[in-house]
């Protein structure tokens, strides 16, 4: 895990995602591989507001299913072109995203999160109800695949895994570079105390809005993603539940990490994947396993983790502290001996 932590391993990361589609059995493996790289830049977006700012956004599914629907939209009834529809579907997220985070963001503690369930339930009602726009409970089928960059195609399904994973990886590269700028600091102030943040001079209203565009941008491209995978669209991407599936993926990786919510959510869909053959019942089994971790490793598993190297590193250093004090005070007791048997 230490490894992990430097570009060293950043790198070994990528080389063996890159090397996934070689050694995999078959197509399926590399689906699901690509739909869990899908929610992981969703999920990234979802740590930035809450792992970093402190705000629980539970509409992010909401948003990811808005970014889904207008590529979808644009490009099956209005042929618009996948990849100006791609940035249209961003675009459109981060708009609404200031929208709702104006009025939203207003509201502290579990009153914003009661006020973003609330949006992203208006949001699914909105796509099932709007069949004129949304198609409604149809859904939209026959969206592309996505287009052809210069000589490089996307009709095959692992074409489509390498794609995603580009996005994943310079996903990853620009949180990185955010959370450890002086923005991301201020993010992580507000986090800490909105008294102590204000002192400091930070916008309170500014930052967190800032947090939240930028988190359902991530969410909007992830949507626009997820519907050139699977190039069929219904109400039920836009349901709470994939929310909670993010939630869950940053418990079980970390929140407030950068490796934490990407290794939730590769975990988690194969996790689920293995206990298909239960169907409904599969929870009876997920759902205890995930109660005992938050218990005994409330920080996930990268968060608990640094949170160990920390307290040693700490340990570390105290002790490094306490030779030098040690060394001074067993050199001063000779001379005050000499000095009384002089006397």
Not at 97 to 123: A, D, E
Not at 298 to 312: E, F, H, M, N, T
């Amino acid at each position: 895990m230490k490894a992990l932590q430097g570009k060293t391993g950043w790198m070994l990361l990528l080389a063996l995602a890159i090397a996934f589609p070689l050694v995999t059995p078959n197509s399926y493996y590399l689906t699901v591989m690509t739909l869990a790289f899908i929610y992981a830049i969703a999920t990234l977006g979802l740590n930035l507001i809450t792992g970093y700012t402190g705000q629980l956004n539970l509409a992010h599914g909401g948003f990811m299913a808005i970014g889904a629907y207008t590529l979808g939209i644009l490009t099956v009834d209005h042929q618009v072109p996948f990849w100006l529809a791609f940035v249209l579907a961003g675009a459109l997220c981060m708009v609404l995203g200031y929208v709702v985070g104006v009025v939203s963001l207003r509201l502290k503690g579990h009153y914003f999160s009661i006020f973003t369930m609330c949006v992203g339930y208006i949001i699914y009602l909105l796509i099932e109800k709007w069949e004129s726009l949304t198609h409604g409970t149809v859904g939209l089928i026959g969206i592309p695949v996505p287009a052809a960059i210069g000589p490089l195609g996307f009709d095959s399904v692992q074409a489509q895994y390498y794609l995603v994973l580009a996005f994943l990886a310079l996903g990853v590269f620009l949180m990185h570079r955010i959370v450890t700028s002086l923005l991301g600091r201020s993010f992580m102030a507000v986090r800490n105390s909105d008294a102590l943040a204000e002192a400091l001079g930070i916008n309170l209203m500014r930052t967190k809005v800032l947090s939240f565009v930028l988190s359902v941008g991530y969410a909007g491209f992830a949507g626009a993603l997820y519907a050139g995978q699977v190039r069929f669209l219904g109400p039920d991407i836009a349901r709470t539940d994939l929310t909670f599936d993010m939630v869950m993926s940053m418990l079980v990786g970390g929140i407030g990490t950068l490796f934490g919510p990407l290794l939730g959510a590769v975990l988690v869909p194969w996790i689920t994947q293995s206990l298909q053959f239960m169907q409904d019942y599969r929870m009876l089994v997920f759902g205890p396993v995930l109660v005992l971790l938050i218990i005994f490793v409330p920080d996930g598993i990268v968060g608990s983790y640094l949170k160990k190297q920390a307290r040693k590193a700490a340990a570390e250093r105290r002790g490094k502290l306490a030779q030098p004090s040690a060394a001074s005070s067993t050199a001063s007791v000779p001379t005050t001996r000499a000095g009384a048997d002089h006397a």
